[in-house]
Structures are given as structure tokens and as C-alpha cells.
């Protein structure tokens, strides 16, 4: 074999080196089988020739070939070339003839031919295409080089101009110059590699290659930012560079604009969380009780306003007063604390004024759990005498007063069926709440409230279920409660939900009237007949 083409040749932009047994490309090094570098470099020897297969076999394998070894080999230089059978541009394949060679063969450097005629080392721009050049030379490289570093100087000229208090002409010099020298970067690596019309690609080996790409990217961009600063300076100094708007000072007499908040009304008050002292299960359900219960006697007092139980839970329990005012925006507000030991239930109740933080109120209850509703009225009934200063004069306790009480074991039943209801909706929490208000209607079959939670339990089912059985079991349910109480508004604003969920409107905006007749603070009943005018386009 020709003893230069073993020390190695080019194929376009590939380095051959038969001895070592590899092909180098531009970013990767790729090892070929010995066989099949001998087929190449016999091939290579007769560039533009059809070599017979049987001479290739010969040359690589001697007697010992075969054609599915040759195939074999061909395939591997193929893949190690990225060539194509179909459109070959290395190696054309010639039925029942051979193998040619498509490109001449280049001398290596180290040869000293850096010129031969055809596919020498250095290519014309047309030879090798715009894009390859712009690949070969690193222009694409200094380019996406020159925008990540042009952005980060952008991001620390932002932080720091802006703590340091440096002028805001400072921003768009800085600006203009990285936009400027873009072009420039690219300008600059394109003609780093070119020399007398013709670009030098590989005057150096693959590794001394990519180190000088890299080598030529950093100089480029570095370059190409000193030009680019000098161009912006000496263009302000000549016509100045585009100065960013100064805003208008505030009018002397426009205040600063401030959230506004609602009035805090004399007549206003709140029922935050009880505090659980013992952390059980049972003292919990009595907590969570004793403020429902409040709340729902408050809210039916005439003239008295009551913060809901959804804004107040936003609160911790024993919250700063403060916090309390700014948040719920009531003159007053009631908290305490609960704790079970044995049989013997012990309640700290407190009203406070969100103002000042004074107690108005301070009261101890140590009784036996049995005597939990005559602690739950005396609470109701002391908070509505100590605020009666801010009520109409014909203001009325007993309208917080309930008809009747349940045992107290139904009433657990009943609030563990409320906790039940109160999770998110599914069959199972469904199911859950069902089968407690059930076990409380076991105990005391006129427990309307019990009623009341299965009429809401089957309202807030039916469009997860979807059964329109949920609706005649609501009505039932609803039905039964009021028969019992006709006062629990509560079981009015389900049907009005119910109703207005099912198309019924004039039923609905009967039951949410009826609810707001019982109690004129009910949020979701005024916000029920709301939706009802709107759906309606009712301006009233």
C-alpha cells in the first residue's frame, strides 16, 4: 500500500489514520475495525475508480475473504463515515461490479502537500457550503457563546446599577453596547480563519482545532465587546444615546392611594376557635359545638352583626386584638377555652374589645359535661347583655334560646356527622356524615338539627352523584326538620341551594326568603338570591 496514505489522509473534513485505526471527525473520534480500514484505504488508493469486489477481498483478507465480509465491512465504514447507501456521499456502490471512492483522498499535513488539486485542505466557501463554513470556523459558536454572555452582563449590570445607585445612562451604554457587538463577534470569528479569499480549516490536527475554536470564540467575544464599547462611547460623544423618560413627580395635593377598609360598626362582633387545652377527640367535638352553637344563636339576634364562621376560622385561636379588628372588622369579639377531666367540663370564656384589648367579659364555667347547653345558653346570653348598649332598644334574648336539646351523647353524634360533613365531598365522607346524623336520630328521633345535617349532607351529594333520589331524600329530610323547628335557617338555605341547583328558582328565592326571615345575616342565603336576580336580570 502507498506508505503515505497509511500515515493518514482526508476525506472532506474527516482525518483517516489507517495505523491508529480511526476516523476523526470535527467533535468526535470514531475507531474502525482493521479490515475494514484496509478496504478503505484500497479504496483509497484508487479515488474515482470502481474496485472490484474480488480486489478488495484480496487486499483486506487475502484467500481467507468472503463477499459477506466485505459487505460487512462496508457497512462499518459507512456508519463510521455517516454515509448512505442510497445517496452515498463517500462510497457509491456498483452492482455486480464494485466499490468506488466519490471523494480524492488529501494528503496529511504532516505529507507536506497542503495544496493538492482536488479536496486539498483548504476548501472555498462554495466548496463546502455557507452553513458548514459557519459550523467549521465557530461562527455559530461565538454567537451563542457571545448571547449567554451578553445576557449575564446584562443581569449583573441590572442588580448591581440598581443597588449601587448608578446613573440610568449607565444602563443603555451597557445595553446598546452588548446589542452592538453581536455583529461584530460574528464578523470577527468569521475572518480569524480566513486567509486570501479561502477558509483554513484544518491546518491543524483535530485537537489543536477545537482548542484554537475555542481559543478564537473567547477572543471574539472579548474583542467584539471592547470594539462594540468603544463604537457607543464615541457615538454618545457625537450624537448621543437615547435617554430613558423621567416620570412626572406625583401632584403635590394627590395623597397616597390606601387599601379601604370597611367601618368597624358598635354592634359588630365575632366568635373566634375555642381553644382545645386537652388535645382529645371529645373535647374537640365540644369545642368546635360550643361556637357553632354561639355563633348560630348570635347571628339570629336583631340588630346584631356576626362575623362569619369561615372569616373567623382564619384565625388562630387567642389571636391579638388587633389582628382581630384589622382582619374581621368588629368592635368585639368572644374566644376561650375548653378541657374535659372525667365527667367534669371546664370552659374559660372572654369577650374582649378589638380596640383596646380590654375584657369586657370574663367567666369560668366547672360543671359536668351533662351541663353543657345551660353553658352554652348562659354564654349566648351574657355576650348579647354586655353589647346590648349598641342593639335596638327592643332587642330580644330569648330569640337566642333554641325550643329544645337533645341528649348530649345525640348531640356528639350530631357534631361528629357535622365534622363529617364538613370535609371534602366524596361517597365516603358522604356515607360517613349519613350514617352519624343516623346514630344521633337513633338516640333522639326528634332531633331536628340531625334532620337538618342529613338534609344538607343529601343537598351538597347530588351533583356529585348526580341521582335525582338525592333530591327527594333532601326534601324529606328538610321537611322533617322543619316540622320540628321551623326556625332553623340553616335547613331553608339547603333547599334554596337545592332549588336553585335544579333549574326551581321560584322555589329557590322562596327558601332563601324564608331563611333570611329567621336570620337577616345568613351569608349563603343572600348570596343565593343574588345568583337567582343575576340569573334572572333582576336589577332589584
Same mark, same amino acid.
Not at 477572543?219 to 444615546?241: K, Q, T
Not at 378589638?354 to 351574657?382: P, Q, V
Not at 335547613?491 to 327558601?511: C, I, M, N, S
Given at each position: 500500500m502507498n506508505p503515505d496514505l497509511l500515515e493518514g489522509f482526508y476525506l472532506n473534513n474527516l482525518r483517516v489514520e489507517?495505523?491508529?485505526?480511526?476516523?476523526?471527525?470535527?467533535?468526535?473520534?470514531?475507531?474502525? =475495525?482493521?479490515?475494514?480500514?484496509?478496504?478503505?484505504?484500497?479504496?483509497?488508493?484508487?479515488?474515482?475508480?470502481?474496485?472490484?469486489?474480488?480486489?478488495?477481498?484480496?487486499?483486506?483478507?487475502?484467500?481467507?475473504?468472503?463477499?459477506?465480509?466485505?459487505? !460487512?465491512?462496508?457497512? #462499518?465504514?459507512?456508519?463510521?463515515?455517516?454515509?448512505r447507501k442510497d445517496h452515498p456521499e463517500y462510497?457509491?456502490?456498483?452492482?455486480?461490479?464494485?466499490?468506488?471512492?466519490?471523494?480524492?483522498?488529501?494528503?496529511?499535513?504532516?505529507?507536506?502537500?497542503?495544496?493538492?488539486?482536488?479536496?486539498?485542505?483548504?476548501?472555498?466557501? !462554495?466548496? /463546502?457550503?455557507?452553513?458548514?463554513?459557519?459550523? #467549521?470556523?465557530?461562527?455559530?459558536? /461565538?454567537?451563542?457563546?457571545y448571547l449567554v454572555f451578553g445576557w449575564l452582563i446584562l443581569q449583573v449590570a441590572d442588580i448591581l446599577f440598581d443597588?449601587?445607585?448608578?446613573?440610568?445612562?449607565?444602563?443603555?451604554?451597557?445595553?446598546?453596547?452588548v446589542i452592538a457587538g453581536f455583529p461584530i463577534a460574528l464578523v470577527l470569528s468569521w475572518f480569524l480563519e480566513f486567509r486570501h479569499g479561502r477558509a483554513v480549516l484544518h491546518e491543524h490536527s483535530p485537537q489543536a482545532a477545537a482548542r484554537?475554536?475555542?481559543?478564537?470564540?473567547?477572543?471574539?467575544?472579548? =474583542?467584539?465587546?471592547?470594539?462594540?464599547?468603544?463604537?457607543?462611547?464615541?457615538?454618545?460623544?457625537?450624537?448621543?444615546?437615547p435617554v430613558p423618560p423621567t416620570e412626572a413627580p406625583a401632584p403635590a395635593t394627590a395623597a397616597a392611594v390606601e387599601r379601604v377598609l370597611p367601618p368597624v360598626l358598635d354592634n359588630s362582633i365575632a366568635v373566634l376557635p375555642f381553644l382545645n387545652l386537652d388535645g382529645s377527640e371529645e373535647t374537640e367535638i365540644f369545642a368546635q359545638g360550643l361556637v357553632d352553637d354561639v355563633l348560630g344563636r348570635l347571628a339570629r339576634v336583631p340588630g346584631l352583626l356576626v362575623s362569619s364562621r369561615g372569616d373567623a376560622f382564619t384565625l388562630e385561636p387567642n389571636s391579638a386584638s388587633s389582628k382581630v379588628r384589622e382582619r374581621l372588622r368588629v368592635a368585639r369579639y368572644v374566644e376561650g377555652s375548653v378541657q374535659i377531666r372525667g365527667d367534669r367540663l371546664r370552659v374559660i370564656v372572654q369577650l374582649i374589645?378589638?380596640?383596646?384589648?380590654? !375584657?369586657?367579659?370574663?367567666?369560668?364555667?366547672?360543671?359536668?359535661?351533662?351541663?353543657?347547653?345551660?353553658?352554652?345558653?348562659?354564654?349566648?346570653?351574657? /355576650?348579647?347583655?354586655?353589647?346590648?348598649?349598641?342593639?335596638?332598644?327592643?332587642?330580644?334574648?330569648?330569640?337566642?334560646?333554641?325550643p329544645s336539646d337533645p341528649s348530649l351523647d345525640a348531640y356528639v353524634r350530631y357534631r361528629q356527622g357535622v365534622d363529617a360533613s364538613r370535609l371534602p365531598p366524596s361517597a365516603d365522607t358522604i356515607e360517613l356524615a349519613l350514617a352519624r346524623f343516623d346514630e344521633a336520630l337513633s338516640i333522639d328521633a326528634d332531633y331536628a338539627a340531625a334532620h337538618a345535617g342529613k338534609c344538607l349532607v343529601y343537598v351538597d351529594a347530588y351533583p356529585i352523584s348526580d341521582d335525582p333520589a338525592f333530591i327527594d331524600r333532601a326534601e324529606t329530610s328538610c321537611a322533617q326538620a322543619l316540622s320540628?323547628?321551623?326556625?332553623?335557617?340553616?335547613? !331553608?338555605?339547603?333547599?334554596?341551594?337545592?332549588?336553585?341547583?335544579?333549574?326551581?328558582?321560584?322555589?329557590?328565592?322562596?327558601?332563601?326568603?324564608?331563611?333570611?326571615?329567621?336570620?337577616?345575616?345568613?351569608? =349563603?342565603?343572600? /348570596?343565593?338570591?343574588?345568583?337567582?336576580?343575576?340569573?334572572q336580570k333582576r336589577g332589584e
Open positions: 489507517p495505523r491508529k485505526g480511526k476516523i476523526t471527525g470535527r467533535l468526535r473520534s470514531l475507531r474502525l =475495525a482493521p479490515r475494514a480500514m484496509d478496504v478503505l484505504v484500497c479504496l483509497a488508493r484508487h479515488p474515482g475508480e470502481v474496485v472490484s469486489r474480488d480486489t478488495l477481498i484480496t487486499e483486506a483478507w487475502g484467500e481467507g475473504g468472503s463477499s459477506e465480509a466485505l459487505s !460487512h465491512a462496508v457497512t #462499518q465504514i459507512r456508519n463510521t463515515l455517516d454515509d462510497i457509491e456502490t456498483l452492482p455486480r461490479q464494485g466499490y468506488r471512492l466519490l471523494v480524492r483522498p488529501a494528503a496529511s499535513p504532516e505529507s507536506g502537500d497542503e495544496h493538492p488539486s482536488t479536496g486539498g485542505l483548504q476548501l472555498s466557501i !462554495h466548496e /463546502t457550503g455557507l452553513l458548514e463554513n459557519l459550523k #467549521q470556523r465557530g461562527v455559530l459558536e /461565538t454567537g451563542l457563546a443597588q449601587l445607585h448608578v446613573p440610568a445612562w449607565a444602563g443603555t451604554f451597557v445595553t446598546v453596547g484554537r475554536r475555542i481559543s478564537r470564540t473567547y477572543i471574539s467575544v472579548l =474583542a467584539a465587546l471592547a470594539i462594540a464599547a468603544v463604537a457607543v462611547f464615541f457615538y454618545d460623544r457625537n450624537y448621543g444615546l374589645d378589638s380596640d383596646t384589648g380590654f !375584657h369586657l367579659l370574663s367567666r369560668t364555667f366547672d360543671r359536668l359535661r351533662e351541663d353543657f347547653f345551660d353553658i352554652r345558653d348562659e354564654i349566648t346570653e351574657l /355576650t348579647v347583655a354586655n353589647v346590648r348598649v349598641a342593639l335596638p332598644a327592643d332587642t330580644q334574648a330569648e330569640a337566642t334560646i333554641s320540628l323547628n321551623p326556625n332553623l335557617d340553616m335547613v !331553608h338555605t339547603a333547599l334554596g341551594e337545592l332549588y336553585l341547583g335544579t333549574g326551581r328558582y321560584e322555589d329557590a328565592e322562596d327558601a332563601y326568603e324564608k331563611a333570611l326571615q329567621t336570620n337577616p345575616n345568613s351569608v =349563603a342565603s343572600l /348570596t343565593g338570591l343574588g345568583e337567582i336576580y343575576r340569573l
